[in-house]
C-alpha cells in the first residue's frame, strides 16, 4: 500500500513575492492629494494607501485607480490611528493642512521617509529635536516641499551652482495654493504667528516697498511685495549671497480682491521667475529662470512625485533636508517640463 507524502517533505517551496511598497498620502482625497495619488500612479510602481477622516472619500478616490490604490482612515492628531498605518511603509505624503506632527514622530520612529508639502512651520526647538532623531534612525524627512514653499529654494540653488559669486538673488511668484479652507487656515496661522517676514537680506528700503512685477501672459503685471519663502530660510547665509528677496502678490485687501475679479479664470495659474545679478547688482541679470504652468496644484504634484521616486529607490540621505537639498535642481525641472510645466531660462538652456 502507498502512502501520499502529505507533510509537504520534498515539496518544491513556491518562489517569494516581492513585497508590494505602499505610500501613505494623508489627504489624499483633497484636491492637491488627488493630484498626487494620480501622479504616484503614473511615477511609481507602489500601491498608494489615500489616508485621511474621511473614508468614503478616500474610498471614492482609491476606486479609481483599481488594484494600484487602497483606502484607509487616519487622523494625523490621533497617534493611535497611525500606529498600525505607517509602520511598514515606504514613504509617507502629506497633502493636507493643519498638524501633522504626530505623523511625523510615528514616521522617524519607525523609520519611514516622510515628504510634507505643508507650508506649516516648525519651532527652532521642535525642528533641532527632529533633526537629531531623524539622523538617529536613518531616515530622510523632507520639509517645504512642492511648488510654494519648496520651488524658489530650487531656482535659487540652480542659480548659485551656475553663479557661485552672485550679489543678489531677486525670485517672485503668484504665491502659494490658498482656495481651500485648509489652506487659507495654514496660511492665516503663520501671519498670526508673524511668520510672513521677507526672506534672507533685502535691504532695508525694500522691504515693505510694494513693487510692479510682469509675469508672463496671461498672469501679466501683479503688486508684490517681499514675502517669506519657508525654503529659503537661512539660504543666503549659506551661499554668502549680499542680497535676496522673494516677492508675491500684495495681501492687502483691496489689491487682493480686485486681483481676484480679473484672474477669476486663471484660478490654478502659477509662475515662478528667479534672477541673479553680478556683483555689481545693477543692469541686466546674469540669468533669468522662468517656470509657468497653468495648474499649480500639478506642479507641486509633480515636485512630490520626483521626491517620491528618489525615496523608493534609497537615494536620499538620512535627516531634515528641504527640497532644494534633496533633489538635483537641474533633474527636477527635466521632471516638470515632462508634467506641462514650462521653463525658460535666459541663459537658453538648462
Known amino acids: 500500500m502507498k502512502f501520499e507524502n502529505i507533510s509537504g517533505a520534498g515539496r518544491a517551496e513556491s518562489p517569494k513575492l516581492p513585497r508590494v511598497q505602499e505610500v501613505i498620502v494623508l489627504g489624499g482625497y483633497g484636491r492637491l492629494g488627488q493630484k498626487c495619488v494620480s501622479e504616484l500612479v503614473d511615477t511609481t510602481r507602489a500601491r498608494i494607501v489615500v489616508a485621511g477622516r474621511n473614508i468614503q472619500r478616500a474610498e471614492r478616490v482609491a476606486s479609481r485607480f483599481g488594484h494600484r490604490a487602497r483606502p484607509a482612515y487616519a487622523n494625523a492628531e490621533d497617534p493611535r490611528t497611525l500606529q498600525t498605518l505607517i509602520p511598514g511603509a515606504a514613504a509617507v505624503l502629506i497633502c493636507s493642512g493643519g498638524s501633522w506632527l504626530a505623523v511625523l514622530d510615528s514616521a522617524i520612529q519607525t523609520r519611514v521617509p516622510f515628504i510634507s508639502l505643508s507650508p506649516s512651520l516648525l519651532e527652532e526647538r521642535?525642528?533641532?529635536r527632529l533633526q537629531q532623531e531623524a539622523w538617529r534612525s536613518q531616515v530622510p524627512v523632507i520639509l517645504q516641499a512642492g511648488a510654494i514653499p519648496g520651488l524658489p529654494g530650487v531656482l535659487a540653488e540652480l542659480l548659485m551652482r551656475r553663479f557661485p559669486s552672485l550679489h543678489e538673488i531677486r525670485i517672485a511668484s503668484t504665491g502659494p495654493w490658498s482656495e481651500t479652507e485648509l489652506a487659507k487656515a495654514d496660511q492665516r496661522e503663520l501671519r498670526r504667528a508673524g511668520k510672513l517676514a521677507s526672506n534672507g537680506r533685502a535691504a532695508l528700503s525694500e522691504r515693505w516697498r510694494r513693487s510692479r512685477w510682469h509675469f508672463p501672459e496671461p498672469i501679466g503685471a501683479r503688486w508684490v511685495r517681499p514675502a517669506r519663502s519657508l525654503d529659503l530660510d537661512g539660504f543666503a547665509e549659506a551661499h554668502c549671497v549680499d542680497h535676496l528677496v522673494y516677492l508675491e502678490p500684495d495681501q492687502g485687501v483691496l489689491v487682493r480682491g480686485?486681483?481676484?475679479?480679473l484672474q477669476r479664470d486663471h484660478e490654478l495659474e502659477f509662475a515662478l521667475v528667479a534672477e541673479g545679478y553680478d556683483a555689481e547688482g545693477k543692469g541686466s541679470p546674469q540669468e533669468r529662470l522662468t517656470l509657468q504652468s497653468s495648474d499649480l496644484l500639478s506642479v507641486a504634484a509633480a515636485a512630490a512625485g520626483a521626491l517620491t521616486q528618489?525615496?523608493?529607490?534609497?537615494?536620499?540621505?538620512?535627516?531634515?533636508?528641504?527640497?532644494?537639498?534633496?533633489?538635483?535642481?537641474?533633474?527636477?525641472l527635466e521632471a516638470l517640463t515632462k508634467r506641462d510645466v514650462r521653463v525658460v531660462s535666459s541663459a537658453g538652456s538648462l
Open 258 to 261: 480686485v486681483q481676484q475679479v
Open 310 to 332: 528618489r525615496v523608493l529607490a534609497g537615494a536620499l540621505p538620512a535627516g531634515v533636508l528641504a527640497q532644494r537639498e534633496a533633489l538635483n535642481p537641474a533633474l527636477l
Open 126 to 128: 521642535v525642528s533641532l
